[in-house]
């Protein structure tokens, strides 16, 4: 069992920017591939960005350029950092532990964390 506790939303104008955090419990995060997703309210959730155990990392089109995932294996953490934001990227982001790097399926969810943008 693998605990995820995001961090760091909040409410941001327009071309803004944002640093999503994720904890994880566990001894073993480092062997883990990670994805941030998000969820607005009458939408499916949508995958955003992915980083294998390896570092190596792939993004959806809408937030290609914009959105960059990173890892600390020392923290146990997984980032996500926002920049330009736009009012669309309001949602609710949260991350998961990967067990298919292509289908992008989750088994180990946090809790999410509120991101507004302002227009």
């Known amino acids: 069992q693998v605990q995820l506790v995001e961090s760091g939303g909040g409410l941001v104008q327009a071309g803004g920017s944002l640093r999503l955090s994720c904890v994880a419990s566990?001894?073993?995060?480092?062997?883990?591939?990670m994805g941030w997703f998000r969820q607005a309210p009458g939408k499916e959730r949508e995958s955003l960005a992915a980083?294998?155990?390896?570092?190596?990392?792939d993004y959806a089109d809408s937030v290609k350029g914009r959105f960059t995932i990173s890892r600390d294996n020392a923290k146990n953490t997984v980032y996500l950092e926002m920049n330009s934001l736009k009012p669309e990227d309001t949602a609710v982001y949260s991350c998961?532990?990967?067990?298919?790097?292509?289908?992008?399926?989750?088994?180990?969810w946090g809790q999410g964390t509120q991101v507004t943008v302002s227009s």
């Open positions: 566990g001894r073993t995060f480092s062997s883990y591939a």
């Open positions: 980083i294998s155990w390896s570092g190596v990392t």
């Open positions: 998961a532990v990967l067990t298919d790097w292509k289908s992008r399926r989750g088994v180990y």
